[in-house]
C-alpha cells in the first residue's frame, strides 16, 4: 500500500530534550516536506526536499533541522525543542514538482 | 513570502444546504490546490487547477479557478454529514523559483447539522 509513515504519533517532551519525528514514503518520490498545523494558521511548511541531500527551508524553518541521505526518509529534528513548538506536525511527499502531496498521518508533539 | 487568504474561516450548514470556500491571491498563481482533512485526520488531495478560468466537477463538489488567477473556490452542493472537516487551498507562485513550496490557506472549517 502507498503510503507515508511518521513516527512517533504522539510525543510529550520538555523543553531543551531533542528529538526527532521520522518520515518515510514508499512511492519512490522525490520531493518531501514537513509542515505544523496550528489553529488559525493553516498548515506552515518548515522545510521541504527536491531530492537527496537537497533540501531547503519553508516559511518556518526557525528551531528545525532535516536532512535527506535517503530518498525514502526525511526526518524532522529539533534540536532544543521550546514550547511554542507545540503544534502537530505532517510529513508529505509528492511525484512532482507543486504536485499532490501524499500526508503522513500527524504526530502530535507537546513541549512542555 | 506567497500570502493567501481563504474565506470564510468557519461555515455552519444545515444538511442539504450549499457551502462555497475561497481562495484569494493578490499575484498570480501558478496552480492552485484544495485538500480536505477529516476531523482528527491527515489532509487529502482532492484536485488541482492550473488553467485561467478552469472549472472542474467531482460529484457534488465543483472547483473554480478565476480568469485573472488570482482566487479560487470550492462549493459544495447539497452538503452531507460525510461533508464534515477542513477544506486548504494550496498554491504556487507564477514565475516563482522556490522549487516544491506550496502555499496553504488557513483553512474552511465545514460543520454540517443533519
Known amino acids: ?70 530518498k525514502r526518509n526525511f526526518p524532522l529534528i529539533l534540536e532544543s525543542p521550546s514550547p511554542n513548538q507545540t503544534s502537530l506536525y505532517f ?22 | 513570502g506567497q500570502q493567501v487568504m481563504q474565506i470564510p ?21 501558478s496552480n492552485i490546490q484544495w485538500y480536505k482533512q477529516r476531523p482528527g485526520g491527515h489532509p487529502v488531495f482532492l484536485i488541482q487547477l492550473v488553467k485561467s478560468g478552469e472549472v472542474k466537477k467531482q460529484k457534488r463538489l465543483t472547483f473554480q479557478f478565476g480568469e485573472a488567477k488570482k482566487n479560487s473556490s470550492l462549493h459544495i452542493t447539497a452538503t452531507q454529514t460525510t461533508d464534515v472537516g477542513t477544506y486548504f487551498c494550496a498554491v504556487t507562485n507564477a514565475g516563482g523559483t522556490s522549487y516544491g513550496k506550496l502555499t496553504f490557506g488557513q483553512g474552511t472549517i465545514l460543520t454540517v447539522h443533519p
Request: charged fraction near 20%; proline fraction near 4%; charge should be negative.
Open chain 1, 1 to 70: 500500500e502507498a503510503q507515508v509513515t511518521q513516527n512517533p504519533r504522539y510525543l510529550i517532551t520538555v523543553t531543551g530534550k531533542k528529538l526527532t519525528v521520522t518520515c518515510s514514503q514508499n512511492m519512490n518520490h522525490e520531493y518531501m516536506s514537513w509542515y505544523r498545523q496550528d489553529p488559525g494558521l493553516g498548515l506552515r511548511q518548515i522545510y521541504y526536499s527536491m531530492n537527496v541531500e537537497v533540501t531547503d527551508k519553508g516559511d518556518v524553518p526557525e528551531g528545525y533541522k532535516v536532512s535527506r541521505k535517503e
Open chain 1, 91 to 112: 510529513c508529505a511527499s509528492s511525484s512532482r514538482e507543486w504536485g499532490e502531496q501524499y500526508f503522513g498521518p500527524g504526530t502530535r508533539l507537546t513541549v512542555t
Open chain 2, 9 to 29: 474561516q468557519y461555515q455552519h450548514v444545515q444538511e442539504g444546504e450549499d457551502f462555497t470556500t475561497y481562495c484569494n491571491s493578490s499575484t498570480t498563481l
